[in-house]
């Protein structure tokens, strides 16, 4: 990845950026072929993999769920869900009391100096805790059974007035579509793909109300488009 070269004004060190491609890559594909979803995301913490791990900064994930002038204009009580690289942990948490819940240990070791509290499964969540409660970059990543039993748990452990916002996947060819079968596949590429009718469907049996949705970013290469949802009680 690095390469020694000789000249006239001394010995330098240059980059070779696809040799250090190629290793990351390889180390992303060692990541895919874990037994399971938790080996997977254990493994690319470990690791620090960014193909798998957001690197999302506060900036960027306000906009992407449109939350901008909740977190600028309130001091809140937050729940982030997933954590990825930490940097929305770290930033969240100069003005607000931050929580984190994650599938990896190794995740939330990372971002335990930021938070009040830390979660490894959502059953242990208190109810009617959270101001705001952010899920970016996460359910594309989980089966319908696991995201069926966290939305249960997070909407329980939302205030009165709190706000759950998600972003969700749909296919652009087929607003329509919901993967139904289980796949770890595209759970761990993060390619499970659920239509607003289905998500508004389990939200409600989760004791959710979809106060919005909206139809934002698109990405035709994979053929997806970003849903955002806001959901009370």
Request: proline share 0%; charged share 25%; aromatic share 8%.
């Amino acid at each position: 990845m690095l390469k020694l070269i000789k000249t006239k004004h001394g010995i330098h060190l240059i980059f070779r950026y696809k040799l250090f491609k190629k290793y990351w890559d390889k180390k992303a594909k060692n990541a895919l072929q874990k037994s399971d979803i938790k080996d997977f995301w254990e493994s690319s913490h470990r690791q620090k993999i960014q193909r798998w791990l957001t690197g999302s900064n506060l900036n960027q994930v306000k906009e992407n769920l449109n939350i901008s002038e909740l977190v600028d204009k309130n001091q809140l009580r937050i729940l982030e869900v997933g954590v990825g690289l930490g940097y929305c942990t770290y930033e969240l948490s100069k003005k607000h009391k931050i929580d984190a819940l994650d599938i990896s240990l190794r995740a939330l070791k990372n971002v335990e100096k930021y938070c009040q509290k830390t979660y490894i499964t959502s059953e242990k969540i208190m109810s009617n805790k959270y101001d705001l409660i952010i899920v970016h970059l996460v359910i594309q990543h989980m089966s319908n059974n696991s995201l069926i039993t966290l939305l249960i748990d997070l909407i329980r452990s939302l205030k009165p007035n709190g706000l759950l916002a998600i972003q969700n996947i749909v296919k652009i060819d087929n607003y329509d579509y919901t993967d139904l079968d289980v796949n770890l596949e595209k759970e761990k590429s993060g390619n499970m793909v659920r239509s607003l009718n289905y998500m508004t469907e389990i939200i409600t049996k989760g004791g959710g109300i979809v106060k919005s949705s909206e139809y934002t970013n698109t990405y035709e290469t994979q053929n997806v488009q970003n849903l955002i949802l806001h959901v009370t009680k």
